[in-house]
């Protein structure tokens, strides 16, 4: 069996190589890109895996480095990944890898000899800003991607491409908030820190579990295949114990150094909205693979064995963290506190509802009540039927298999998006495309499944830019979360215009 890889430099992919080559019968194939750093990845790469690995060099957007990645393959992995805080400041980046580099491993995959199973790894960034009004979240539910968020809107385009492809056997992952080794030692360099939303709802998966997922998916496909989960949309969830809040986040890390949230920085210099993460009522995956196995707890423990400097860190008086690491980070262009300070309208309009919202945020923790995750069904296991009042609604009869989809169910479902289904009939499959009309108009073409399992929308109003305002007043769809954390009264447009610059307006009442 011949699997091709990409991304393995990174921190899922790193783990999901290592692991699918403890298997017999496996040979890879892995694109590094031409970096210099890679140099040293390719012979280590070499020196432990001989003959069974081939390296092949190259970006992942072009278009014959792709043919060739794809040639002779069972399966193809893409785990190859443009991410925050990078993405923010790179957005031509993020693009490239992002989206274009989807789009050349799909067309590649198609248009080989013998098509190979290809797996896309996405992101819960797709899902865009939840609350604990409705911290449950699975396939089908609306995708809103944080404003100016270039990662999770390139990754959204992607993974519709990849199944509108009209490939033989794909999977799309959407994989959750990740722990790695180095994840404390890469984001405290970076404003982004304070982009996560206190009291929102989070679900950890290990970098490790991550990659024995992909194993497991490899081990079935050897043993004799996997029917049911080819040609669908799955979260990487993280399991019961690993639900969360951004606050629990920060309180776990923080402890190994012998601090917390409340001495290191105060709850107004964090986002109250626009962030990412949710808890995962998509099992899915962990009932056909069993990939679970690590837990929060174990990791936060597992890396303070690990590093001396948490050692250390503890002897450091919480004062000194909080002046020469945060106080710092608070000044960096990427911080929230930066943007008030400078009077950046937009970003302060996305991330907290408005300058004077920003403002009038407790500045002291006695003053803002930290939630606890197990009061609204984290940390626990909590079986999907008991969380159904926190489910989004998906507009159609959700009882039925997508094999006993009919027009009225797509009638049903358009009208709740805010938009009508054209077709008059069903195709033969529900991966057959279909015409629809949006709130704004637009007519475009998506199979039921895109749709109805993926979520996905009209892809004319994305281009057009972060308008969920607009479009929350005409869908139900949206409405029914987006509301959770932005008045109905608000109405704004942002993008980016042609030289990458974040651009935002007040969109006038009539057009609503």
């Not at 303070?304 to 002046?323: E, H, N, Q």
């Not at 995750?373 to 489910?391: F, I, S, T, V, Y």
């Amino acid at each position: 069996m011949l699997i091709a890889m990409t991304g393995v430099s990174g921190s899922m992919g790193s783990e999901a190589l290592a692991q699918v080559m403890e298997q017999e019968g496996v040979r890879t194939r892995v694109l590094l890109t031409p970096r210099k750093g890679n140099d040293k990845l390719e012979k280590e790469l070499v020196k432990q895996y001989g003959a069974r690995i081939e390296i092949l060099r190259g970006q992942v957007y072009d278009k014959k480095t792709c043919e060739k990645l794809v040639s002779g393959a069972d399966m193809l992995v893409n785990m190859a990944a443009v991410i925050p805080p990078r993405s923010d400041k790179d957005p031509k980046a993020s693009y490239l890898c992002n989206y274009k580099g989807a789009v050349c491993l799909a067309d590649a995959a198609a248009n080989a000899a013998v098509q190979p199973k290809f797996i896309h790894i996405s992101t819960v960034a797709v899902y865009g800003n939840r609350t604990l009004e409705h911290p449950w979240g699975r396939p089908g539910d609306p995708l809103l991607p944080a404003v100016y968020d270039h990662y999770a809107l390139h990754k959204m385009m992607a993974e519709r491409y990849v199944m509108e492809r009209g490939l033989k056997n794909f999977a799309v992952l959407r994989q959750s908030a990740m722990l790695y080794e180095g994840i404390i030692f890469k984001n405290i360099h970076d404003g982004l820190l304070f982009h996560t939303t206190l009291n929102g709802p989070l679900e950890w998966v290990s970098a490790r579990d991550s990659g024995y997922l992909i194993r497991r998916i490899a081990e079935r496909e050897l043993a004799g295949g996997n029917e049911t989960f080819w040609n669908g949309v799955y979260d990487i969830a993280g399991g019961p114990q690993n639900r969360c809040t951004g606050y629990d986040t920060f309180a776990d890390g923080f402890s190994l150094m012998g601090g917390s949230p409340k001495k290191y920085f105060k709850p107004c210099h964090c986002e109250t909205r626009n962030f990412h993460g949710l808890w995962f009522a998509d099992g899915a995956l962990e009932e056909m693979f069993g990939y679970q196995r690590d837990t929060v707890k174990g990791f936060w423990e597992e890396i303070g064995k690990k590093y001396k400097f948490f050692k250390a860190a503890k002897l450091v008086p919480s004062a000194l963290i909080r002046l020469f690491l945060f106080r710092r980070l608070l000044g960096d262009g990427n911080a929230p506190a930066k943007w008030i300070k400078e009077g950046d309208e937009g970003r302060v309009i996305a991330a907290f509802g408005g300058m004077e919202e920003a403002l009038s945020l407790p500045r002291d923790w006695e003053d803002f009540a930290v939630a606890d995750a197990a009061q609204w069904g984290g940390r626990e296991a909590r079986p999907l039927e008991n969380c159904k009042d926190k489910l989004l609604s998906h507009g159609y009869d959700e009882s039925k298999r997508p094999s006993e989809w009919t027009i009225e169910d797509m009638r049903a479902a358009a009208a709740f998006r805010g938009g009508a289904c054209l077709s008059e009939k069903m195709g033969a499959t529900p991966y057959e495309k279909l015409q629809w009309s949006c709130s704004e108009g637009h007519v475009f073409s998506a199979s039921p499944y895109t749709v109805l399992k993926g979520g996905h929308w009209c892809p004319a109003c994305l281009s057009e830019g972060w308008n969920f305002d607009a479009l929350a007043q005409k869908s139900p769809f949206y409405a029914q979360v987006w509301y959770d954390s932005h008045a109905r009264g608000e109405n704004m447009r942002y993008w980016f215009d042609e030289e990458g610059n974040a651009r935002f307006e007040e969109v006038a009442k009539e057009r609503a």
